[in-house]
């Protein structure tokens, strides 16, 4: 007798068969519908294919080839009902064909469907930026402009990286060849770069090769320096440490000068540190931003720059520090060393911020002319702080301040000069919360009558002592005793 060899699943057919039985589970048929359609986006082809469910399938193979699909074409595989294939040639045939497998096996191919991705038009050239203030003289925008393609696309992308190029972010796009990006208060001291691509019906090319980049990192010199005479550079960076020595420097309106976490900005002794722009000196809890003032061979400073850190107003930018948005001059997580005086003629935040005497003990002038904020600061060495409006409607606040002082005279706190509404006194701040260590004398002196709020500081050391010209009907109210620093002194008056 000879006896045939017969696999299991043929015998199982067999028996079925016989048997009058179902037939055996086997692999799903081929899909149906199968629908290619071809883009090309950043100068790389795409293929997007889809099709119709098979019953039972719980996952599908594509094969694509730009030739016919065979046995050794690349295959992706997916549970959903269609796919992106990217990666490939613009300009170049495929076919794509789709099987269905389930739990037995993968079935047969589809047929194939053909689609070639465009050829893309060709980027542009010739990026540039530069900043953009609003009607009310807010830097809010970057201006991005460009040269456009030979190929006469039918618009642009336009795109932004923050990180020096490594990931790329689209901000929109343009009909012509402008673009205004919103820059947010968190990036005004961001070195951003651009580039832009060229996008016509379904295909987009690579971005473009010239690339823009908004920020000029500050190098150190010897050599008088003026920033910003080209609107198209600012912002000047500090990063690192950079060492100015020349007599005069200054920042040009609508310029603005940064210095970044980490990042030591050494200004020489008896120069002019003018700011006509916007300072932002910005640092983090671990890594604090540092302006200061040097003497020779990079010692500590004995006569200091001539006018300290002078921030003067420009009447077509507003340089004001903003506590809704975060704009505007602001010093934060920051050291300031060896400056003979701070005059900010516009609204400024100085928050988390220590600021340390020259080694000649010279006096240090804080001049608000406007609205200002003195907030969790650090204050220490031997030198006079003046803390003063020089202007109309001081809204100023110093508060949860340590001032750690010599003896004398150390701490000045003055109201508004002579000329200005009893209104529009130091009654419009408020200086509270402050610890003024022992050895300090505090004076307070006024051309005109108002009150003094100064309720909830603590008077470590000598009482409290009045300097100076009082006029008639000047109180001063609320202030701690000296002594006990515990009960307000309620409505006392000097």
């Known amino acids: 007798m000879k006896t045939l060899a017969r696999s299991a699943p043929a015998l199982l057919a067999a028996c079925l068969a016989a048997c009058g039985g179902a037939s055996p589970p086997s692999p799903p048929p081929a899909p149906g519908g199968l629908v290619v359609t071809a883009e090309t986006v950043l100068g790389e082809g795409r293929l997007h294919a889809s099709w119709t469910a098979v019953p039972g399938a719980v996952l599908y193979r594509v094969s694509y080839a730009a030739g016919p699909v065979g046995d050794g074409s690349p295959e992706l595989d997916t549970s959903s009902t269609s796919i992106d294939l990217p990666a490939l040639q613009p300009g170049q045939a495929y076919q794509v064909a789709v099987a269905a497998t389930n739990a037995v096996g993968t079935g047969p191919r589809s047929a194939s469907v053909t689609a070639t991705s465009p050829i893309p038009p060709a980027p542009p050239t010739q990026v540039a930026v530069a900043d953009q203030y609003s009607a009310e003289g807010v830097l809010d925008q970057v201006h991005v402009t460009w040269t456009a393609s030979p190929s006469a696309p039918a618009s642009y992308l336009v795109f932004r990286s923050a990180d020096g190029g490594t990931t790329w972010e689209q901000r929109g796009s343009a009909g012509g060849t402008t673009f205004d990006d919103a820059l947010p208060a968190a990036d005004l001291c961001t070195r951003l770069r651009y580039r832009v691509a060229?996008?016509?019906?379904?295909?987009?090319?690579?971005?473009?090769?010239?690339?823009?980049?908004?920020?000029?990192?500050?190098?150190?010199?010897?050599?008088?320096?003026?920033?910003?005479?080209?609107?198209?550079?600012?912002?000047?960076?500090?990063?690192?440490?950079?060492?100015?020595?020349?007599?005069?420097?200054?920042?040009?309106?609508?310029?603005?000068?940064?210095?970044?976490?980490?990042?030591?900005?050494?200004?020489?002794?008896?120069?002019?540190?003018?700011?006509?722009?916007?300072?932002?000196?910005?640092?983090?809890?671990?890594?604090?931003?540092?302006?200061?003032?040097?003497?020779?061979?990079?010692?500590?400073?004995?006569?200091?720059?001539?006018?300290?850190?002078?921030?003067?107003?420009?009447?077509?930018?507003?340089?004001?520090?903003?506590?809704?948005?975060?704009?505007?001059?602001?010093?934060?997580?920051?050291?300031?060393?060896?400056?003979?005086?701070?005059?900010?003629?516009?609204?400024?935040?100085?928050?988390?911020?220590?600021?340390?005497?020259?080694?000649?003990?010279?006096?240090?002038?804080?001049?608000?002319?406007?609205?200002?904020?003195?907030?969790?600061?650090?204050?220490?060495?031997?030198?006079?702080?003046?803390?003063?409006?020089?202007?109309?409607?001081?809204?100023?606040?110093?508060?949860?301040?340590?001032?750690?002082?010599?003896?004398?005279f150390p701490i000045t706190l003055n109201g508004a000069f002579a000329g200005v509404a009893a209104a529009d006194m130091i009654g419009a701040g408020q200086v509270t919360g402050n610890a003024f260590a022992a050895g300090l004398v505090s004076t307070f002196g006024f051309t005109a009558s108002g009150v003094v709020p100064l309720g909830g500081n603590y008077w470590g050391g000598e009482a409290p002592s009045v300097i100076g010209d009082f006029p008639e009907g000047v109180a001063v109210t609320g202030a701690f005793d000296p002594v006990l620093a515990t009960a307000p002194v309620a409505g006392a008056t000097w």
């Open 198 to 408: 060229s996008q016509a019906p379904l295909a987009s090319s690579p971005r473009s090769a010239d690339e823009a980049v908004r920020g000029t990192l500050l190098q150190s010199s010897t050599d008088t320096a003026e920033l910003g005479t080209e609107a198209a550079l600012s912002p000047y960076l500090v990063e690192g440490s950079v060492s100015l020595d020349s007599s005069f420097f200054r920042v040009q309106p609508r310029t603005l000068l940064c210095v970044g976490p980490g990042a030591t900005l050494s200004v020489a002794d008896g120069a002019n540190f003018l700011v006509y722009g916007m300072l932002r000196v910005v640092g983090t809890p671990a890594a604090p931003a540092t302006l200061q003032a040097h003497g020779a061979g990079g010692a500590p400073a004995t006569v200091g720059p001539l006018f300290g850190v002078s921030v003067h107003p420009d009447d077509t930018v507003s340089s004001s520090y903003d506590p809704a948005t975060g704009r505007g001059t602001l010093v934060e997580y920051a050291r300031l060393e060896g400056f003979p005086s701070l005059s900010f003629g516009t609204p400024w935040r100085l928050h988390q911020a220590k600021v340390t005497a020259r080694a000649d003990g010279t006096t240090l002038l804080f001049q608000f002319d406007g609205a200002a904020s003195v907030t969790d600061c650090t204050f220490v060495g031997y030198f006079v702080t003046v803390v003063g409006a020089f202007a109309a409607a001081p809204t100023f606040e110093v508060k949860r301040n340590l001032f750690h002082l010599g003896v004398g």
